[in-house]
């Protein structure tokens, strides 16, 4: 059974800096495609980054020039630096995983970001 795990969050100060982290544990393959999704309170879950096997990205509007979105595939483990945060980015962060057909979520890992 596929498991992530999320470690890096954190409080910090608006145009801080907070490194997430994501390891896959219990898959022999690399993860087909690896990414991270937020969600505020009160609103819906949203995308953040993703990133492919190929190292292909994509991000979220929000984001774009703030965030990189990296992965290591020999340690099956995708990494997201979040520079210049904002107040607007404080929310639950969530790593996400598929291969093929099957899709893996973390427990989520608080990000705080104070004003």
Request: glycine share 12%; net charge positive; proline share 3%.
């Amino acid at each position: 059974q596929v498991q992530l795990v999320e470690s890096g969050g954190g409080l910090v100060q608006a145009g801080g800096s907070l490194r997430l982290s994501c390891a896959a544990s219990g898959s022999s393959f690399p993860m087909n495609a690896m990414g991270w999704y937020r969600q505020a309170p009160g609103k819906q879950r949203e995308l953040v980054a993703t990133i492919t096997i190929g190292g292909s990205t994509n991000y979220a509007d929000s984001v774009k020039g703030r965030f990189t979105i990296s992965r290591d595939n020999a340690k099956n483990t995708v990494y997201l630096q979040m520079n210049s945060l904002k107040p607007e980015d404080t929310a639950v962060y969530y790593c996400n995983a598929a291969r093929f057909t099957l899709i893996y979520w973390g427990q989520g890992t608080q990000v705080t970001v104070s004003s």
